[in-house]
């Protein structure tokens, strides 16, 4: 990802956050879930820059939350126009490496069986469908896909 940067997350980024969050979820999260984010202990959250000759906006970001070994991918997200570049594979890659760095062994996510887009992600990133988790989502009662990939050690 060399014309991109990775940077942790801070509030400063919230505004472009919340931008891209609201283009790419029917229930995106609000301002509040992403302030929680920050101040947790647990979170990993970082986003992506585009270079400063292309204006240094964010055009990506991620959102971890660790429990031991554990780590739960709770959002990944890329501005609709930089979409099909490889931003995401990128950024969950370096996540992933910076994780097990941290003595992070196995990932978890949940999503929903429609998001084709995110399905084929995961499966190039080394996912795995382990089960389902019955009326996840609480706006409409559909199911969630529940996902794995163990990490390797450095």
Known sequence: MPSWSITPFDEQHLDA???????????????????????CDESMS??????????GQVI??????????????????????????????????GCFRMAVKEGVRVIHLEMRPANTAAQALYKKLGFNIIGKRPKYYTDTGEDALALVKKLKEA
């Open 46 to 55: 970082y986003v992506v820059k585009c270079p400063q000759q292309q204006g």
């Open 17 to 39: 956050v919340l931008s891209i969050e609201k283009s790419s979820f029917k229930n995106p999260w609000q301002r509040n879930a992403f302030l929680s984010e920050l101040v």
């Open 60 to 93: 990506a970001y991620v959102c971890l939350r660790r429990t031991g070994s554990d780590m739960h991918l709770l959002k990944v997200a890329v501005e609709q126009s930089w979409r099909e570049r490889g931003i995401a594979s990128e950024l969950l890659g």
